[in-house]
């Protein structure tokens, strides 16, 4: 059973490492996300700035605490990239998703570590530097304990994992739906209202807060976010980390009942 497991790890590493190396080589993409990067923080901040209009607080969230969830929220954001959705629904209807079942490696771990490489690269190598400039520059908040910044990266992690889940049952939907046109843009649009990434959800409406608590979305950014900045307490802390863990698993067996279903009645469009 450990021997197994060492080899799938191996595996597993090996998939990151391949699609890292394959980011690396386009350089000059790299050099304009880069520059992309780093005027999109200048325009948020200057956006920002400008609405604070001098105000020290604004529903209780100081400039400081806003230009930092800025920064910090989009390197998470980069982390927790998926096109694994859109991937998945144009291999159906393509008819290459019968080539890729036959792989002698678990389909949903190929794409999935493939796409972690390639957003560690992207988040580590590209993003992370811009947000150190800038932070060093505009003097970002910090955690502030080693305890706090560790509850913040097991969130981070398990939001991660629920970004995973949400593609992967997105993506499945295409077998049934038999089309990739729509997949891609409404798990887009449900990811950016409720995660919270550019606008946070401190600042939405009370209708919109009200369904956002019921969805899982805003585990995925908004609430390690929360712990980041200090503003929820220990108990508050755990209650997040739990309610991730228990959406981990409600999306775990979702996808578990999905893909056997797509495996007894697998229909390939075009194929």
Partial sequence: MIANWVSRTSVHLEIMKKAFKVSVTYKINTLFEFLSIGFDFFIQICVWTALYNGRNLVNGVSLSDMISYVMVSSFVSSLSYSGIALKIANQVKDGTIGNELCRPINYKDMIMYHEIGANLFHSICIRLPVVLLFGFLIKVVIPA??????????????????????????????????????????????????????????????????????????????????????????????????????????????????????????VIQGG
Avoid: C
Wanted: aromatic fraction near 18%; avoid cysteine; charged fraction near 10%.
């Fill in 145 to 266: 304990s080693g305890l706090n910044f560790l509850l913040f990266f097991i969130s981070v992690i398990f939001g991660i994992t629920i970004v995973y889940g949400l593609n992967f049952i997105y993506g499945m939907l295409a077998f049934w739906l038999k089309t990739s046109e729509y997949v891609n843009f409404i798990s887009r649009a449900l990811m950016t209202l409720f995660a919270g990434r550019f606008v946070p959800i401190w600042f939405y409406p009370e209708f919109l807060k009200k369904i956002g608590q019921v969805l899982p979305f805003r585990f995925i950014t908004f609430e390690p976010m929360q712990i980041y900045l200090g503003k929820v307490d220990s108990h508050q802390t755990l209650v997040i980390l739990l309610s991730q863990v228990i959406w981990i698993a409600a999306l775990t067996i979702i996808q578990q009942i999905m893909w056997k279903a797509v495996q007894k009645h697998l």
